[in-house]
């Protein structure tokens, strides 16, 4: 060992080397913008550091900018973009600086297949059960109907939509909405929807904020009672 170079812990940006393999950047940046590839990877990235298996990530599309090298609303334009080639779930807010809610589509639509760049690439000396990140869809590690985000979840949540935002639906919008159930608690969602609906406010993008200012008001009612707890003592 030189320089103690074995010991170095310094932090590093990874991501499935099989995507740079699966033609997936080039058809990114010619499909949609020249900054494309670099935007999906920077999330692919960020999911990688944050979540053993892919699940959804909560930022800033102004910190995914910055991260690129972009302007904010460049980056948020590819960010639906990317969600229109179905490579992103996506809540993006209005304003780059809040907080969007990110998950890569998994399968994840590549033009070369996974079993392909398995086989003619350097992934054809991993052991078979190696499953290639975002290839297939990942089993859930809890049961589907009682985990939060579960299908009994999310078709609640579409009702609470239908009865106060309204009756248009498509894929976007129920991925939306998933991601919604999978982030707040229940109970917050319905008290969110409810004073939404008794204020006649048809946006989910209000709801999602006042979610989001629900969840920090809580937080710090808990910060402030354990600090009365540690100045009793």
């Given amino acids: 060992m030189r320089n103690g170079i074995l010991g170095f812990s310094e932090p590093m940006a990874s991501s499935p080397l099989w995507l740079a393999y699966s033609g997936l950047p080039a058809w990114l940046n010619s499909k949609i913008h020249r900054h494309a590839w670099l935007v999906f990877k920077t999330v692919v990235e960020i999911d990688c550091a944050l979540n053993a298996r892919p699940a959804t990530v909560e930022i800033a599309p102004a910190e995914i900018a910055e991260r690129c090298g972009l302007a904010p609303d460049a980056t948020m334009k590819t960010l639906e973009a990317l969600r229109r080639k179905k490579c992103l779930a996506l809540f993006l807010p209005e304003h780059p600086e809040e907080r969007a809610l990110i998950e890569v589509k998994t399968p994840l639509p590549t033009p070369r297949a996974a079993e392909e760049v398995r086989a003619q690439f350097p992934f054809n000396r991993l ?47 129920l991925d939306e909405l998933r991601l919604v159930c999978q982030r707040f608690p229940r109970s917050d969602v319905e008290k969110t929807f409810a004073r939404a609906r008794k204020n006649d406010i048809r946006s989910l993008g209000w709801i999602v904020r006042e979610l989001y200012r629900l969840g920090r008001r809580r937080d710090t ?7 009365g707890k540690g100045r009793r003592k």
Avoid: H, Q, W
């Avoid at 290639?132 to 985000?149: F, I, V």
């Avoid at 009612?221 to 600090?227: L, Y």
């Fill in 127 to 173: 052991d078979p059960a190696v499953r290639l990140r975002y290839a297939s869809a990942s089993e859930p590690e809890t049961d589907k109907g009682t985990a939060r985000g579960g299908k009994k979840d999310l078709e609640r949540v579409i009702d609470l939509y239908f009865n106060t935002v309204g009756f248009k639906m498509n894929s976007f919008i």
């Fill in 221 to 227: 009612g808990d910060d402030r009672k354990t600090a």
